[in-house]
């Protein structure tokens, strides 16, 4: 039997598979849209790590070198998607941070 969250991680895992396909294709403010929407079903969920990766990848969308900043965020999706707290979303965001400099 499959627990809630797994599914939840699952139908996540997909939505970023699938905008890192459509990325290069989309508008900054279809990835805003997107990236929130993924936002969204973290913050519901309790994947506080997810949740402000996404924020903050939404807000980059919107941004001079949105293309390069959003790749950035999309290879830290997995970990994301498997943090759990305040340590892991403090790690990869600074991870993303240094990233981006």
């Known amino acids: 039997m499959t627990r809630p969250l797994d599914q939840v ?3 996540l895992g ?9 990325a290069a294709r989309l508008s900054p403010l279809d990835i805003h849209e997107q990236m ?5 079903v973290a913050a519901v969920n309790g994947l506080a790590a997810l949740e402000s990766l996404a924020h903050r990848s939404s807000q980059l969308a919107l941004l001079p070198g949105h293309r390069i900043a959003l790749q950035c965020c999309l290879e830290h999706m997995d970990e994301a998607l498997d943090g759990n707290g305040t340590t892991d979303t403090n790690a990869i965001l600074a991870a993303l941070a240094i990233r981006l400099h």
Not at 14 to 22: F, G, P, S, V
Not at 36 to 40: F, G, K, Q, V
């Open 9 to 11: 991680r699952k139908q």
């Open 14 to 22: 997909d939505r970023i598979a699938d905008l890192n396909k459509r």
């Open 36 to 40: 929130d929407a993924i936002r969204e």
